[in-house]
């Protein structure tokens, strides 16, 4: 399905993003403790410098357009996931194996979540 012009750059980061979620949880089943440490640093750098920008840029520009009783609930787990992936950086930076494969599988369900179910109801009020 072809992306509206406003939601592609957000679909191209998703693609990104899934590629860190499969390391995160390959990197968390290796009992690698170097490679853990390795993907737990690179997870952090790419939260700050890629996801948190996305995920304001969808707190602030694209939920506050589903406003209905409808759509509460993709707000709601849009916010969720957000707050969720935020909730594990502490554990990240003390190189968690098990947070990062949670970090990981989140971040895949987060966005095959956005991809399936949110944007295609952005989309048709954009």
Known sequence: MKRSPILQPLSREHHTALTLAKASERAALSDDEALVS???????RAYANELEPHFQFEEVSLLPLLHSTETQPLVERTLADHQQLRGLLDALRQNDA?????????LSAHVRFEERELFPVLESLL
């Open 98 to 106: 098990g947070a990062l494969d949670r970090f990981g599988k989140c």
């Open 38 to 44: 390795q993907t737990c640093q690179r997870v952090i």
